[in-house]
């Protein structure tokens, strides 16, 4: 069986492809390979209109082939999506204002924002790479809850973090080597249970 792909949607006509609800539909379909005629079956459709739509997600990257098959004399060819589809934030952003952007102190939310959208994308299209040369990604993720009683308790959270973090950064600075991005970000938590038994939202 063919590996499964990973797509990064970072076209505006791949995106619009992949977020049409029929090719959902047979995106979903696709979690296993399966061939036009299996879909046609599983989705009550006439083959020849799942064929059409089974070519444009192939030619946009967005399923690929995954073996042939056998089948009543016949050959059929099947297909599997990419488990991993991932949207790139920047095609739902507007361009940003180079002067807005030099503004911003570190706490604003549409820097979070940004650097988040920017790891999105570098980190998916890194693991594309990865995937096609057969090598492995090597990622960190540290995550924490931490509760905070004040706003002054949140500045000095921020800035020992920065400290502990450029600390790090500079023990471990080598001449040469691969170099790796560290980003670190506090947000409010999302209430686990915002409304408790027994009252109205």
Do not use: W
Request: glycine fraction near 4%.
């Amino acid at each position: 069986m063919a590996s499964k792909p990973t797509a990064l949607l970072d076209d505006l006509d791949a995106a619009h492809l992949a977020l049409a609800p029929l090719r959902r539909r047979i995106l979903a379909s696709l979690v296993e390979p399966a061939s036009a005629a299996g879909l046609a079956d599983r989705l009550d459709m006439p083959r020849q209109r799942i064929g059409h739509h089974l070519r444009a997600l192939e030619a946009a990257g967005l399923v690929k082939p995954a073996g042939e098959r056998k089948k009543r004399g016949f050959v059929e060819r099947l297909f599997v999506a990419a488990p991993n589809l991932v949207l790139d934030p920047s095609l739902l952003q507007s361009p940003a204002d180079p002067a807005a952007v030099a503004a911003q102190d570190r706490h604003a939310v549409d820097h979070l924002i940004g650097a988040a959208s920017a790891t999105v994308r570098d980190v998916a299209r890194m693991r594309q790479a990865a995937e096609s040369q057969g090598s492995r990604l090597l990622t960190l993720t540290v995550e924490a809850d931490v509760t905070l009683a004040t706003p002054a308790d949140f500045d000095r959270f921020s800035e020992q973090v920065a400290a502990v973090v450029a600390d790090i950064a500079r023990a471990y600075a080598a001449p040469a080597g691969r170099r790796f991005r560290l980003t670190a970000v506090a947000h409010p938590a999302v209430p686990t249970n915002p409304h408790p038994a027994g009252t109205e939202p």
